[in-house]
């Protein structure tokens, strides 16, 4: 099995700074795309970025230029840091990941049980 555990989520006032995290482990062959999503009360989830294996990244226009996503692939981890934040960031955040575990050797998505961001005025 594959656990993902997001860290790095609190109290932050708008314009500063928070950078959050994504850890990967159990039975790990090798990890494709990663992401973070994120769901404020009342919406849907919604992509916030994604990083390829290769580091190619995508981001939605509502964060592009503000969060920067980066990954460590020895350490299997991901990271999102969050600068200049604003109150409309608030939610809770999710790590994605498309894994390939040693025991089906075929990919498969993952998702961690989220962190909550809250952004205040």
């Known amino acids: 099995q594959v656990q993902l555990v997001e860290s790095g989520g609190g109290l932050v006032q708008a314009g500063g700074s928070l950078r959050l995290s994504c850890a990967a482990s159990?039975?790990?062959?090798?990890?494709?795309?990663m992401g973070w999503y994120r769901q404020a009360p009342g919406n849907q989830r919604e992509l916030v970025a994604t990083?390829?294996?290769?580091?190619?990244?995508k981001y939605s226009s509502s964060v592009k230029g503000r969060f920067t996503i980066s990954r460590d692939n020895a350490k299997s981890t991901m990271y999102l840091q969050m600068n200049r934040v604003k109150p409309e960031d608030t939610a809770v955040y999710y790590c994605?990941?498309?894994?390939?575990?040693?025991?089906?050797?075929?990919?498969?998505?993952?998702w961690g049980k989220g962190t909550l961001v809250t952004v205040s005025s």
């Open positions: 994605n990941a498309d894994v390939i575990d040693l025991v089906r050797r075929d990919g498969m998505d993952y």
């Open positions: 159990g039975l790990i062959f090798s990890i494709n795309a």
């Open positions: 990083i390829s294996s290769g580091g190619i990244t």
